[in-house]
């Protein structure tokens, strides 16, 4: 398994135990950020090593090269001078290092291919972490809304029961027959306290005062003549005057305005 295959198997894993676990979504989601940048942190690590491999490789080819042209340039100098034993040496040393070199710089072509790969993987694993970074106060107040919600359906499922209602207007209904009670009461009280025939006698002297108000009101107003102050006294007792009297007087009075 490749370095970019055991950071998203790492990664994966991490993510499904928070999932599972979750309960606070705003929690879930800043722990999944703060997650994500330290796979980010380790992957840059294990990129950074593949680069530094990659840099060796290169450097390893490049000495080795170098070695193959000093061993050709030695086994040119030995035959200027006549040494054919030891340019034959230095030729079989330059072939060595050539082919260590060639191998070289084959192995590390193919490391540099890998290098950009997890250098590109990284890349879009440092871009997506900075989408999910602007998404996640997104996610967080869609969470909030939906959570928002399902509080107020649970509300009004609750209120959707008639249980509470119901009780609600049976208790009005007993505060309402207990205030009938106590007028009901209040008026047995005044009724049956006190002196009745006092009581009468009042409400005919308060029924005569009406009828002396009426008349008084009249005369002030031209419809009848002005009376004697006996008659107005003798009103005011309230035992003569009637509502019949004053609706007689009214008559007369009416048949006086008809004579020519």
Same mark, same amino acid.
Do not use: C
């Given at each position: 398994?490749?370095?970019?295959?055991?950071?998203?198997?790492?990664?994966?894993?991490?993510?499904? @135990? +928070?999932?599972?676990?979750a309960?606070?979504?705003?929690? =879930? $989601?800043?722990?999944?950020?703060?997650? =994500?940048?330290?796979?980010?942190?380790?992957?840059?690590?294990?990129?950074?090593?593949?680069?530094? @491999?990659?840099?060796k490789?290169?450097?390893?080819?490049?000495?080795?090269?170098?070695?193959?042209?000093?061993?050709?340039?030695r086994?040119?100098?030995?035959?200027?001078?006549?040494? @054919?034993?030891?340019?034959?040496?230095?030729?079989?040393?330059?072939?060595?290092?050539?082919q260590?070199?060639?191998?070289?710089?084959?192995?590390?072509?193919?490391?540099?291919? *890998?290098?950009?790969? $997890?250098?590109?993987?990284?890349?879009?694993?440092?871009?997506r972490?900075?989408?999910?970074?602007?998404?996640?106060?997104? $996610?967080?107040?869609r969470?909030?809304?939906a959570?928002?919600?399902?509080?107020?359906?649970e509300?009004?499922?609750? =209120?959707?029961?008639?249980?509470a209602?119901?009780?609600?207007?049976?208790?009005?209904e007993?505060?309402?027959?207990?205030?009938r009670?106590?007028?009901?009461?209040?008026?047995?009280?005044? *009724?049956?306290?006190?002196?009745? $025939?006092?009581?009468?006698f009042?409400?005919?002297?308060?029924?005569?005062?009406?009828?002396?108000? +009426? +008349? *008084?009101?009249?005369r002030k107003m031209? =419809?009848?003549?002005?009376?004697?102050?006996?008659?107005?006294?003798? +009103?005011?007792?309230?035992?003569?005057?009637?509502?019949?009297?004053?609706?007689?007087? *009214?008559?007369?009075?009416?048949?006086? @305005?008809?004579k020519?």
């Amino acid at each position: 398994m490749g370095i970019w295959e055991r950071v998203s198997t790492m990664f994966r894993s991490n993510i499904n @135990d +928070l999932i599972s676990k979750a309960e606070n979504p705003e929690k =879930m $989601l800043n722990q999944l950020i703060i997650d =994500m940048k330290s796979q980010l942190a380790k992957a840059k690590q294990q990129v950074a090593s593949a680069i530094a @491999d990659e840099k060796k490789l290169q450097a390893d080819a490049e000495a080795l090269r170098k070695q193959a042209e000093d061993w050709e340039r030695r086994a040119m100098l030995a035959v200027q001078e006549g040494r @054919d034993d030891l340019a034959k040496q230095a030729l079989t040393r330059y072939n060595e290092s050539l082919q260590g070199a060639q191998q070289l710089h084959e192995t590390w072509v193919k490391h540099r291919a *890998e290098t950009e790969n $997890l250098k590109a993987s990284l890349r879009q694993l440092n871009d997506r972490i900075e989408e999910a970074k602007r998404k996640k106060n997104i $996610l967080i107040a869609r969470a909030k809304r939906a959570e928002a919600q399902q509080r107020i359906q649970e509300t009004m499922s609750g =209120m959707s029961d008639k249980g509470a209602f119901e009780s609600f207007e049976r208790m009005a209904e007993k505060i309402e027959s207990q205030e009938r009670k106590a007028i009901a009461a209040a008026e047995l009280q005044e *009724e049956f306290q006190g002196d009745s $025939l006092q009581r009468q006698f009042e409400a005919l002297e308060y029924k005569g005062s009406a009828d002396q108000a +009426l +008349l *008084e009101l009249k005369r002030k107003m031209g =419809m009848l003549p002005a009376g004697s102050a006996s008659e107005t006294r003798q +009103l005011g007792a309230g035992g003569a005057a009637r509502s019949d009297d004053v609706h007689e007087a *009214e008559l007369l009075e009416d048949g006086d @305005d008809t004579k020519p």
